[in-house]
Each structure stands twice: as structure tokens, then as C-alpha cells.
């Protein structure tokens, strides 16, 4: 492409982008950080590989952490994932690095919902 697009200018950032679709929610879940201190958290979006949550306070990266998150009423996902970005607020990126078989079936009901409210195109 170099031949046609003009280069970046200085101060260029790249944006990555999302390679699986996301989905909104409103889960409570919990980090337990070292020490076995419980960090209570609102997730906010889910995909196959991460979610994204408010934490109730700032943990650290750089450690995989068990995480709790409450996908129905009485089912708790159990997983492990690793805290990949932080904005303000205490807003963390979470990057899973296993996650128990209810959790890959939320997703999945999440991916399926979206397909039953898609608009339909007529020809």
C-alpha cells in the first residue's frame, strides 16, 4: 500500500482492531489477588477470549488471577485470565487463560441471541 496511501504523520498510534465480536452485559463478579484478597468487580463486556469490568480497586498485571463472574442467577463461570490494559476509573482489560465449559456456553448463547435479532434484508 505504500505505493498509493500517503505515510502516517509523525505521532502516528495504531488502533487494533477487535478480532471476535463483544458483547454488552452487566455481571458482579470478583478477582482474588495475592494474598487471597477478593477484589469485587462489574463486568461490562464479554467476548470468547476476555471481558471487561470495573474493578472496586486497582489490581496489579503481570499474574494470572482466578476470576468469578455470575453469568445467570445461580451460575457462577469459573476462570483464570490475565489483566491486559487499565483505563481511568479502574476499567481493566482481561485476557483469558482458561475458562470452565458454562462460560464458552454464555458466549454462545450471547452469539446466538445476536443472530435471532439480526434485521432481516429482503431481496
Not at 14 to 19: G, I, M, N, Y
Not at 61 to 71: D, M, Q, S
Amino acid at each position: 500500500y505504500e505505493r498509493v496511501l500517503p505515510p502516517c504523520p509523525p505521532g502516528f498510534v495504531k488502533v487494533d482492531t477487535r478480532r471476535e465480536d463483544r458483547f454488552e452485559v452487566s455481571c458482579q463478579g470478583r478477582v482474588v489477588v495475592s494474598g487471597n484478597r477478593i477484589v469485587r468487580m462489574e463486568v461490562k463486556n464479554v467476548s470468547s477470549r476476555g471481558f471487561l469490568a470495573c474493578l472496586e480497586r486497582p489490581i496489579r498485571f503481570g499474574t494470572c488471577l482466578n476470576v468469578n463472574i455470575a453469568i445467570a442467577d445461580f451460575e457462577i463461570a469459573d476462570l483464570r485470565g490475565y489483566p491486559v490494559w487499565k483505563r481511568d476509573g479502574n476499567v481493566y482489560g482481561f485476557l483469558l487463560a482458561h475458562h470452565s465449559p458454562n462460560w464458552r456456553d454464555f458466549v454462545d448463547h450471547l452469539h446466538r441471541d445476536r443472530a435471532r435479532e439480526a434485521p432481516v434484508v429482503a431481496a
